[in-house]
């Protein structure tokens, strides 16, 4: 089976929908025993009855910025299993609002679920998979999600564009630390994909919503089944010689990123 994750223990924040749902599935389709977690109680149990229909899932309800629970969750899933291959940091919080309706708040906010969750969650299963026997290349992969955003900002969209910056350069930067121990750590950027975030945001500015899927190359959104792939590619052991990347996944729009206007 393409690949095969039989035996791997993951980690997905934010699993509860969206592409953090959409690679749970994946992953438990492969073979992994997946632990879910989110901050809503209904909304993690329809995930864990739907991802349970595909393999192994627990879900476990959790806020990502509660620095304490996280680390925790990763300590005793990693107790539990006996180890820890993987962690995918795709919560995420969002705020759209010009800087001038801004509030330190909103800004903190989504520093706090975009940045330092995935310091704090990345630092923890660095610390378990360092101390595990080497699985092939690697003791252990992590996956951070960014944005497009992150790399050329929005207006209206100040803190989280700055925050998935900032989550861009620490996965290069923990990518460095994780690669002497057999740990590899990269991020995968979505461009505009069909999420509840993003069909919240399309009601609140269709035309800019609109305007921005016409300049998608591939003149459309991705599906979250899209990004769910590359995230399990760079999950595994065929992703081995990867490392300290941000690989785009967004219909060809990273190809006018760095061109002015």
Not at 115 to 126: L, P, Q, S
Not at 218 to 241: K, T, W
């Amino acid at each position: 089976m393409a690949h095969d994750m039989t035996g791997k223990i993951a980690v997905v924040t934010g699993g509860s929908d969206g592409i953090g749902l959409a690679t749970a599935k994946l992953l438990a389709a492969r073979g992994a025993t997946v632990v879910i977690c989110a901050r809503r109680e209904d909304k993690l149990e329809a995930a864990r009855t739907e991802i349970a229909q595909f393999g192994k899932v627990e879900a476990v309800r959790l806020d990502v910025s509660d620095d304490a629970a996280f680390t925790a969750l990763i300590e005793d899933v990693a107790a539990r299993h006996g180890r820890l291959d993987m962690l995918v940091n795709n919560a995420m919080s969002v705020h759209y609002a010009p800087i001038s309706k801004l509030t330190l708040e909103h800004w903190r906010k989504d520093f706090a679920v975009n940045a330092d969750a995935v310091f704090v969650g990345t630092k923890a299963a660095m610390a378990v998979m360092a101390k595990q026997d080497i699985d092939g290349r690697q003791r252990g992969s992590i996956v951070n999600i960014a944005s497009t955003c992150g790399i050329k900002a929005l207006a209206n969209m100040a803190s989280y564009s700055a925050s998935k910056a900032a989550l861009v350069h620490f996965t290069a930067a923990a990518a460095m630390e994780g690669a002497p121990l057999g740990i590899r750590i990269n991020a995968i950027v979505p461009g505009q994909v069909q999420t509840a975030a993003t069909q919240d945001y399309e009601s609140r500015a269709p035309d800019f919503a609109a305007a921005t899927t016409r300049a998608i190359p591939m003149q459309r959104g991705g599906e979250p089944d899209e990004l769910a792939e590359a995230i399990v590619f760079m999950l595994s052991s065929a992703a081995s010689y990867i490392t300290g990347t941000a690989l785009p996944v967004d219909g060809g729009k990273a190809a006018q990123l760095y061109m002015p206007g």
